[in-house]
């Protein structure tokens, strides 16, 4: 399985598995703007013997972008429109 990241907003990318958006990985920021970490999280809410690798759970928490894509095994950012 092979996941990409395709940025939309600042701070907010798809995630995509073989081609396929699944979910999104996003920057959570504090009401006062402060940055808290990074969210990955899937689209839908299916029972967790369907949840694609890695994830466990609907979602979890990262402390930076680097960390997410590694646990994603080694996602890689696609910058191309």
């Keep these: 399985m092979t996941y990409t990241l395709h940025p939309?907003?600042?701070?907010?990318?798809?995630l995509a598995l073989n081609g396929v958006i699944v979910g999104g990985v996003v920057r959570e920021?504090?009401?006062?703007?402060t940055a808290k970490g990074w969210r990955a999280e899937l689209l839908d809410e299916i029972p967790p013997e369907q949840r694609p690798?890695?994830?466990?759970?609907?979602?979890?928490?990262?402390r930076s972008l680097e960390a997410a894509a590694e646990w994603l095994g080694a996602?890689?950012?696609?910058d191309s429109p």
């Design 53 to 62: 690798a890695p994830f466990c759970e609907i979602e979890h928490q990262f």
């Design 29 to 33: 920021v504090s009401p006062g703007g």
């Design 8 to 14: 939309l907003a600042p701070g907010s990318y798809d």
């Design 75 to 78: 996602a890689i950012v696609n």
